[in-house]
T-cell receptor, first 113, second 112 residues
Framework: GIQVEQSPPDLILQEGANSTLRCNFS?????LQWFHQNPWGQLINLFY???GTKQNGRLSATTVATERYSLLYISSSQTTDSGVYFC???????????????FGRGTQLTVWP | DSGVTQTPKHLITATGQRVTLRCSPR?????VYWYQQSLDQGLQFLIQ???????AKGNILERFSAQQFPDLHSELNLSSLELGDSALYFC???????????FGQGTRLTVV
């Protein structure tokens, strides 16, 4: 399977600070997703980003598939950003019905007021 | 709201018992996936169904089984439960295998 490594494992920030989370993957992937798991356990989709750069408000993500990494940027952190951030990758042909995701261990983010 | 519905949200049961977790995928999604999240193992893929057929298996124990019905909802059956089966069980769905996957709220299973 694909090995997915995330760094850092833990991150503590003051409200208003910026941060960069990294995801490295061991093999060629066709798709990559970023999720936020909130304190209630819900997995919330942040980005579906097989390549390139996307932005959504204070969050943005970049995937460089040829170099096998993805970055998640959080700007002007808020306490509600706290939780665990996961990246997950999948491989296979675009028309494939196979679609299991390989998850990293996550980055635990704590934002203090 | 992801559009994926899981029931129940919480389940407490005794060792040796059997439970059924239910998942309704997003409208139009043909693929359903089950994942288990435990503290020591992280998010582990269990099994995938595509349009009613089993498509891929991961780290699913023999005591566990799943199926996808003609209306595309899926059930995960866990039997002979052990303390170590306590975990958060997620269902996810996607239109095809390679499309964006969306997760339900999860079922938190506690085995006592």
């Amino acid at each position: 399977g694909i090995q997915v490594e995330q760094s850092p494992p833990d991150l503590i920030l003051q409200e208003g600070a910026n941060s960069t989370l990294r995801c490295n993957f061991s093999d060629s992937v066709n798709n990559l997703q970023w999720f936020h798991q909130n304190p209630w356990g819900q997995l919330i989709n942040l980005f579906y980003i097989p390549s390139g750069t996307k932005q959504n408000g204070r969050l943005s993500a970049t995937t460089v598939a040829t170099e096998r990494y993805s970055l998640l940027y959080i700007s002007s952190s808020q306490t509600t950003d706290s939780g665990v951030y996961f990246c997950a990758a999948r491989r296979g042909d675009r028309g494939s019905t196979l679609g299991r995701l390989y998850f990293g261990r996550g980055t635990q983010l704590t934002v203090w007021p | 709201d992801s559009g994926v519905t899981q029931t129940p949200k919480h389940l407490i049961t005794a060792t040796g018992q059997r439970v059924t977790l239910r998942c309704s995928p997003r409208s139009g999604d043909l693929s359903v996936y089950w994942y288990q999240q435990s503290l020591d193992q992280g998010l582990q893929f269990l099994i995938q169904y595509y349009n009613g057929e089993e498509r891929a298996k991961g780290n699913i124990l023999e005591r566990f089984s799943a199926q996808q019905f003609p209306d595309l909802h899926s059930e995960l059956n866990l039997s002979s439960l052990e303390l170590g089966d306590s975990a958060l069980y997620f269902c996810a769905s996607s239109e095809l295998g390679q499309h964006e996957a969306f997760f339900g709220q999860g079922t938190r299973l506690t085995v006592v």
